[in-house]
């Protein structure tokens, strides 16, 4: 900003030196160098002079926080804080399979649901429910008929806020509302609704589970019997009878299958025997040395017996001969016994022929049967489809049945030692005191705001300013030597002091009001050579102009000079006004006229001497006059006769005849009032001043607040505090 402002003032005085030359001999006005830095002492004075407005702003932003406060609707929240319960405490078994294993803790996921779960729709409508919140006139304020429940709800999400706190497992329910015991009641209904409602809700789950269980219970039981005993009917009818080793019909077969095998070996080996001792017997053996009859007693006596009598024959027939009575009836003996012995063959090979036929018919007995029991087995085969169809049905309802069965039992054997899915750690107390609006931080927001806008304030009405303050303005901004300052009478007076600037320079020559105007003069002397005329000008009205003129002739003429004052301002005549019985007497207009002399038209003050030349006569002419041939003839008369001959002309924007009256002064002075006088105005003056004709001797500021000024830190006004010690 700094380098912006140095910018723009190189750049006015380029232009109005440009304008305007300097005197033979006058010291050029240096524009300042442009420096980079920042000027914390021009920001300071910025402070100091926009002090007002920058205090206003200030105020009206605290003023404005404390309305806002006042009316903001006062909102309590209210805090419960619940726990998770992060690990299960097995109180009974589950299955009959359970076994102990670790839990892991929860992950971050599931404290993200849980936490979800707080601002479900379901725990939503148990507390509102709970509390009737959808009869609650602050709760469904403004809702549509039929629409109660649905704006309750809307409230809750907006005024419900539920997060996990940092890392824990813990979880902050907090809601928010105008009245402090509803906040409380509200969010411990949902730290309550989370935690026993969550619990009374699973217990009564597993209720409903139990009961719907065991009515399904009746159910399988009575399937698995209708089943079962389908099953059993359909064996009986289908003569399906079966133990361990399987059907009867197959253990028929089986037993059968044995039978036949034994009889067919049985038949064959009586058959062959038979066939044995018949070909013995065919063969020409003897009875007793067939093989079947080896075995037998009988013939294992008789053939002892038949031995004997061999033996006792061939011992007779040896004594005796053939014809012995004895040898005959020996072999007679031996005869008899030989046919016991056939006889017994014939005895043996019958029971075997007998016992053949006997197996054989076993056989064929066995045959039969098997073929039976084979037609029987092919029948309940082609039966068995539909008996594995109701036997799978019956597997599968008694299954069912157990299952559930098993289930029942274990539900009611946990029905009582539900565990609650989280606790409760912090229960809400209504708060005391209203989370909103917050005092201290709308205080601290309305001060950084009014700070921040009285700063901006200050700046932009700165940057928008255009009057001046200080003579570096002058001589920066504008390009022209700065003279002086000529300060306010109430800022360099006492309060209560009601005396006008121009008595109170006769009446205190010592103050710095009187000072201001001493050190006037020695400027316009030190920058004009040989100036005897000077004109005392402004840019516009009101600006002190005339005072100026009337104070610093009497300021002159009261350290002994000869001095002249000139009312050159036809329309306003402002200095003619402090001529006494004006009325009727010669003045300016008369002396351009050539009908009285200059002697007879000059007024002298009796306090001061100072000669006054007023207007007392209109004029239609009066602007050729004051800047015609007339007006130099009079100035060089009075050059002649005074020392110093001050002008008080007219405003040079509004009035043209000023400027050529300028031109005819030796040297020229502008007045700009403080902080009124925009520079525009004074630049536009200054521009439409006649080329070479006009000498300016500078600009001097009038006006100025010394007690303000001093506070600003300009110029050589900054140290009015430190010297206004030496004015009386």
Known sequence: MSTAVNTLEQNAVGAFRGLIPALPGEPQVAPAASNDRIDLKFLIGIFRRRSGLFVSVLGGSLALGAVITAIQPRIYVAHADVTLNSKTVAIAPTSTNDRTVDQQ???????????????????MNAVIDRLRLDHDP????????????????????????????GSTYDIGITYESANAAAAARIANAFAEQFTKGALDAKREEARATTALIAARLDQLRNQALADSAAEQTYRIAHNLLSTNQGTLTEQE????????????????????????????????????????????????????????AAGELASLEARYGPLHPDVIKARASLRAIDEQVAGETRRVI????????????????????LSVSRGALALSNSAKTGLQDLEKKSETSNALYESYLNRYKELTAREGTEQADADMLHPASPPLVPDSPHVVVNLILSLAAGLGLGIAAAFLAELNYSGITTGDD???????????????????????????????????????????????????AMNTTKAKVIAITSSLPDEGKTTTSICLARSMAASGDKVLLIDCDIRRQGVSQFVPDREGRPGLIEVLRGEVTLADAVVIEPASGLSILPVSTHSAHAHELLTGDEMDRLLDAARAQFHAVIIDTAPVLPIADARLVLGKADA????????????????????????????????????????????????????????????V
Not at 105 to 123: G, L, R
Not at 350 to 369: T, V, Y
Not at 490 to 519: C, H, I, Q, Y
Request: hydrophobic residues 40%; without cysteine; aromatic residues 6%.
């Open 474 to 524: 002058i001589e920066q901004r504008l390009g022209v030597r700065y003279l002086g300052t000529i300060p306010s009478l109430g800022s360099v007076m006492a309060r209560g002091n009601k005396r006008s600037p121009t008595d109170a320079l006769a009446e205190n020559p010592r103050s710095a009001f009187a000072e201001s105007f001493r050190s006037l003069r020695a400027s316009i």
């Open 105 to 123: 803790a929860p992950n971050d996921a599931f404290v993200d649901t849980q936490v979800a779960q707080v601002m479900s729709s379901e725990n």
């Open 138 to 165: 602050s709760m469904i304020a403004g809702a549509a008929p039929g629409a109660a429940r649905n704006t309750a709800i809307d409230t809750l999400r907006k005024h419900l806020n539920v997060q996990r706190i």
């Open 668 to 727: 020229s002075v502008f007045v700009v009032r403080w902080r009124k006088t925009p520079d525009s105005a004074l630049r536009a003056a200054l521009r439409l001043l006649p080329g070479n004709r006009v000498q300016l001797a500078g600009v001097a500021l009038t006006r100025v607040d010394m007690k303000r000024q001093a506070r600003f830190g300009y110029g050589e006004d900054a140290f009015y505090h430190s010297y206004r010690r030496y004015y």
């Open 253 to 308: 077969i089986s037993s059968y299958n044995q039978g036949l095998a034994q009889a067919r070996a049985e038949s064959a080996e009586d058959a062959a025997r038979l066939e044995a001792a018949r070909q013995q017997l065919a063969g020409g053996a003897y009875g007793g040395n067939v093989g079947e009859t080896v075995a037998s007693p009988a013939i294992a006596a008789l053939r002892a017996q038949q031995a004997t």
């Open 350 to 369: 019958a029971g075997l022929e007998a016992k053949a036929h006997a197996s054989q018919q076993r056989l064929a007995s066995l045959s039969g049967s």
